[in-house]
C-alpha cells in the first residue's frame, strides 16, 4: 500500500487527476472503474475538461460504473445519473465506451471485463462508517465480484432513492471486493476529518465485513490518498 497525504482536498484532488489520467493514457484498451459522489468531485473536475479537449487520446479507455441504485421510472439509476453529470457528459465519453452495471447485466460485464483484461484501475471513496461505494455494512459479501442487496433504512442513499421513488428501489448492485482485488491498481480518496476515524480503522484495523473498507488493506497495488485532517489517526 502506498499512502499519499496531502494538504487539503483540493491537493487530494489534483493528485488523484494525476493518477487516473496516468493510466487512461497507456497505449492499449484501458478499463475503468469509478465512484460518484462528493468526494471525487474535485477530481471529476480537472480530468473531465482534459478528455474533452482532447478525446482522440482517451478514446482507448472504457467506463464502468461500480455500482447502481436503481430509481423506478427512470432509466437511469443514481450512480450513472451522477457519473453523467460529474464526468461522462462533461467529457464527452461516447455511449460505446460506457459499460453499464445494473440489475440485468452483471453477467455481461463479467463476460466484457474477463474478455477485455479486466479491471485497470478502479477509484473509490471512503463513507464514515467504512463504505466504500455501495460495499455497506451489514451487508458486503467479501467473497462476491458482483452481488445484490435490499434498499433499506440507514443506507446513506435512502432517503435520495424515496425522494425520487415512492416506494423506493428494492435493490442495489454493486462491484464487491472480489471484483477490486482483481484491478491493477486500486485508488482510495479521502478527505475531511470526519472520515478519520474510518480511515484508520480501515487501513490498520482488522479486516472485517462490519468495516467494508478494511478488506482493501489486502489489494496489492493500493494508492491512499488523503487530506491531513482525514489522515490525523493514522499512525
Known amino acids: 500500500?502506498?499512502?499519499?497525504?496531502?494538504?487539503?482536498?483540493a491537493a487530494v484532488s489534483r493528485t488523484a487527476a494525476a493518477i487516473v489520467q496516468g493510466a487512461m493514457l497507456e497505449d492499449r484498451r484501458v478499463n475503468v472503474s469509478l465512484t460518484a459522489?462528493?468526494?471525487?468531485a474535485g477530481t471529476y473536475e480537472i480530468i473531465a475538461p482534459a478528455i474533452a479537449a482532447n478525446p482522440a487520446a482517451y478514446a482507448n479507455v472504457h467506463f464502468?460504473?461500480?455500482?447502481e441504485v436503481p430509481v423506478r421510472g427512470q432509466e437511469l439509476g443514481l450512480t450513472m445519473t451522477a457519473l453523467r453529470a460529474q464526468i461522462y457528459g462533461p467529457a464527452g465519453i461516447p455511449d460505446e465506451n460506457l459499460h453499464v452495471l445494473d440489475m440485468q447485466s452483471a453477467d455481461?460485464?463479467?463476460?466484457?471485463?474477463?474478455?477485455?483484461?479486466?479491471?485497470?484501475?478502479?477509484l473509490m471513496g471512503l463513507g464514515a462508517d467504512g463504505h466504500f461505494c455501495a460495499n455497506m455494512p451489514g451487508v458486503t459479501r467479501f467473497g462476491e465480484d458482483i452481488y445484490t442487496y435490499e434498499?433499506?433504512?440507514?443506507?446513506?442513499f435512502y432517503e435520495d432513492v424515496r425522494h425520487l421513488s415512492d416506494p423506493p428501489a428494492e435493490e442495489v448492485v454493486t462491484f464487491g471486493a472480489a471484483m477490486i482485488q482483481r484491478a491493477r491498481r486500486a485508488v482510495l480518496i479521502v478527505t475531511g476529518e470526519g472520515k478519520a476515524p474510518a480511515l484508520a480503522?480501515?487501513?490498520?484495523?482488522?479486516?472485517?465485513?462490519?468495516?467494508?473498507?478494511?478488506?482493501?488493506?489486502?489489494?496489492?497495488?493500493?494508492?491512499?490518498?488523503?487530506?491531513?485532517a482525514?489522515?490525523?489517526?493514522?499512525?
Not at 480501515?202 to 491531513?228: K, Y
Open 230 to 235: 482525514a489522515a490525523r489517526r493514522l499512525g
Open 108 to 122: 455481461a460485464i463479467r463476460d466484457d471485463l474477463r474478455a477485455h483484461g479486466g479491471l485497470d484501475l478502479v
Open 201 to 228: 480503522a480501515a487501513l490498520q484495523g482488522e479486516v472485517t465485513e462490519s468495516l467494508p473498507a478494511s478488506v482493501l488493506q489486502l489489494h496489492p497495488n493500493l494508492v491512499v490518498i488523503a487530506d491531513r
Open 37 to 40: 459522489g462528493a468526494t471525487p
Open 64 to 67: 464502468y460504473n461500480f455500482d
Open 151 to 156: 434498499v433499506h433504512e440507514g443506507l446513506p
Open 1 to 9: 500500500m502506498k499512502l499519499v497525504i496531502e494538504e487539503d482536498a
